[in-house]
């Protein structure tokens, strides 16, 4: 059966500090990836998109960049957090074709 | 305008109550259309999933899909407090193509 996994579950990063999510899908191959970010009361903004290995689809100019360097893990970084930067970051995951995704478990990160 | 509205809530029910959840759209290409719940501090899951016009059943959950009036809506029957979450509403013109998701209702179901 398929998995994804995401990690860390909660994260406090300094203004100013570097950062980086991991994200890992088993048990599939060429999945289509995504991350998204969930502002404390709103919807899911989508951040980036890949749907093969270095192939990268960013949706927001913002402080954040994403990479996969192999066919199940997507990688969301930073150089330097903002205040804005804080949020819920979830990972997903399809290779239906037919749009239904599957989630991570989210990563809680703020900022201070 | 967005492409998907839905009414945030929250909607705050009686156990046992049906519960009513609908989203509107602006974009005719969608084909795909789904429901997710999400619990506090949790990822969404994917609970009903419909491609274009009709209803479908999955136990206590309907979910209904009129593409002439762009609406989509999904019925709880005999609502729980284990029921008590955020639904998001999603949609998809399909082929790989994003999903576009509502804002998410918030739903309380109090015993």
């Known amino acids: 059966s398929q998995t994804i996994h995401q990690w860390p579950a909660t994260l406090v990063q300094p203004v100013g500090s570097p950062l980086s999510l991991e994200c890992t899908v088993e048990?599939?191959?060429?999945?289509?990836l995504y991350w998204y970010r969930q502002a404390a009361g709103r919807g899911l903004q989508l951040l980036f998109y890949?749907?093969?290995?270095?192939?990268i689809s960013s949706e927001v100019p913002q402080n954040l960049s994403a990479s996969r360097p192999q066919d199940r893990q997507f990688i969301l970084s930073s150089k330097k957090l903002l205040l804005s930067d804080s949020g819920f970051y979830l990972c997903?995951?399809?290779?239906?074709?037919?749009?239904?995704?599957?989630f991570g478990s989210g990563t809680r990160l703020t900022v201070v | 305008q967005k492409e998907v509205e839905q009414d945030p809530g929250p909607l705050s029910v009686p156990e046992g109550a049906i519960v009513s959840l609908n989203c509107t759209y602006s974009?005719?290409?969608?084909?795909?259309f789904m429901w997710y719940r999400q619990y506090s501090r949790k990822g969404p899951e994917l609970l009903m999933y419909t491609y274009s016009s009709g209803n479908k059943e999955d136990g206590r959950f309907t979910a209904q899909v009129d593409k002439s009036s762009k609406y989509i809506s999904l019925f709880i029957r005999d609502s729980q407090p284990s029921d008590s979450a955020t639904y998001l509403c999603?949609?998809?013109?399909?082929?790989?193509?994003?999903?576009?998701f509502g804002a998410g209702t918030r739903l309380a179901v109090h015993p």
């Open positions: 997903a995951w399809t290779n239906t074709g037919e749009g239904g995704y599957t």
């Open positions: 048990g599939t191959s060429n999945p289509n």
């Open positions: 999603a949609m998809s013109t399909g082929g790989y193509n994003k999903l576009i």
């Open positions: 974009n005719s290409a969608f084909q795909y």
């Open positions: 890949s749907v093969g290995i270095g192939q």
